[in-house]
């Protein structure tokens, strides 16, 4: 058997990696501006997340959600007081598709509505009805084509109010800074009125964090520099530094019912581990802190250099847009100075370092990233 070929691949096969760098199999190193899609939050290899992990591995590493498991306990009120959500409850899952899956059927348990919106350039996952909220054609079969779901401009505050007004409206999904679309960061206004909206109409305001969340943005969660609260957040990708775990934190309005949700591997001891000691390293370091401080000083001399069209983004999540395709750039990025950075669409750099980024790891990119400008 083949893996099924899916992805086009860089032809580069990493054997190694601690904190912001990567070491391939011919012993070359690599800057890490990408984290392997904004996974890595506290460094590569982690001391104290290789302890624990190994630690946990040689006690149980899983067991099905029909017995108690405290770990599940622990990690939801770690969560809970470092984001602000001590009252919402946690729901552990396995990838962000399926956490956001879960979020837009609860909100159809609770309100027995169906129609959702979400937004242009939205990227929500790839399974049923989290492609059905993605905007991209490609990515869709007809499979899932009876979930019924409307784009609308994103920013546009009369579509939101009007659509809404029909009272028909399940819930609405927005990202807390939209990734794969291209680092479009919400205005708070837009997300207050979106929230009232929402409020207004009992409609059910989910907020993917996936990407933008667990100090990304340079604040636990991007959607806190708007000052609204959520019905309900999805977490996933930096939550585990790269273990699979996912989650929904869930308001108080949700009432949790037997068998209403489940899942085999979601919660299980080994991830709930690893997520414990990414939210204990990120306090203990002051990530998020770190993420805001080293983020505004690239923003800033980034925002410097001309050939760049637009700088936009906050923390560690930035987008540069270009007016021409980049990809030569990327690669000469990649294989001439050995740094991984991704993109969205043609145009668009996206920088998404591991958080532990350092001053000196941000002034050695920006040497780098103007010399293939020259
Ligand atoms: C905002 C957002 N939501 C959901 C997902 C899907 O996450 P996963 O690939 O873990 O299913 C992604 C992945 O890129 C994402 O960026």
Redesign the pocket.
């Known amino acids: 058997m083949q893996p099924f070929d899916v992805y086009p691949r860089w032809q580069i096969e990493p054997v190694k990696a601690q904190g912001c760098r990567i070491y391939d199999k011919k012993g070359e190193e690599y800057l890490d501006f990408y984290g392997g899609?904004?996974v890595i939050s506290i460094g590569h290899s982690h001391p104290r997340y290789i302890e624990a992990l190994t630690q946990q591995l040689s006690h149980i590493s899983f067991y099905s959600n029909a017995v108690i498991n405290q770990l599940q306990g622990r990690y939801a009120k770690k969560l809970g007081l470092m984001s602000g959500y001590d009252d919402y409850s946690l729901f552990m899952v396995n990838?962000?598709?399926?956490a956001?899956e879960n979020a837009l059927k609860l909100a159809s348990f609770y309100n027995k509505r169906k129609k959702t919106v979400a937004f242009r350039k939205a990227?929500?996952?790839?399974?049923a009805a989290?492609v059905e909220v993605t905007d991209n054609e490609k990515y869709r079969s007809l499979l899932s084509s009876n979930i019924e779901s409307i784009f609308l401009p994103f920013g546009d505050m009369d579509a939101i109010k009007a659509t809404l007004a029909t009272q028909d409206i399940s819930s609405v999904i927005i990202?807390g800074i939209q990734?794969?679309g291209g680092i479009i960061v919400p205005t708070p206004e837009f997300l207050q009125t979106l929230h009232e909206a929402c409020a207004e109409t009992d409609t059910v305001l989910i907020l993917?964090e996936?990407?933008?969340g667990f100090g990304r943005s340079g604040r636990f969660f991007a959607h806190q520099y708007s000052g609204i609260r959520p019905d309900i957040i999805?977490v996933?990708?930096g939550m585990g530094n790269g273990f699979p775990v996912?989650g929904v934190m869930i308001s108080q309005k949700f009432k949790a019912i037997h068998g209403q949700l489940g899942t085999t591997f979601g919660g299980n001891h080994l991830a709930c581990m690893a997520a414990i000691t990414v939210i204990d390293v990120m306090k203990d370091e002051n990530l998020v802190e770190n993420a805001a401080k080293v983020g505004e000083y690239l923003i800033s001399e980034l925002k410097q250099i001309n050939r760049i069209k637009e700088v936009r983004g906050c923390g560690l999540m930035i987008g540069l847009e270009f007016s021409e395709p980049i990809n030569t750039l990327r690669d000469r990025l990649l294989f001439e100075h050995k740094v991984f950075t991704g993109a969205s669409g043609t145009n668009i750099f996206r920088l998404l370092p591991p958080l532990c980024l350092t001053m000196e790891d941000a002034g050695e990119f920006l040497i780098k990233f103007r010399k293939i400008l020259k």
């Open positions: 899609h904004a990838s962000g598709a399926e956001n990227f929500h996952g790839r399974t989290a990202e990734g794969v993917d996936i990407q933008s999805t996933g990708k996912s």
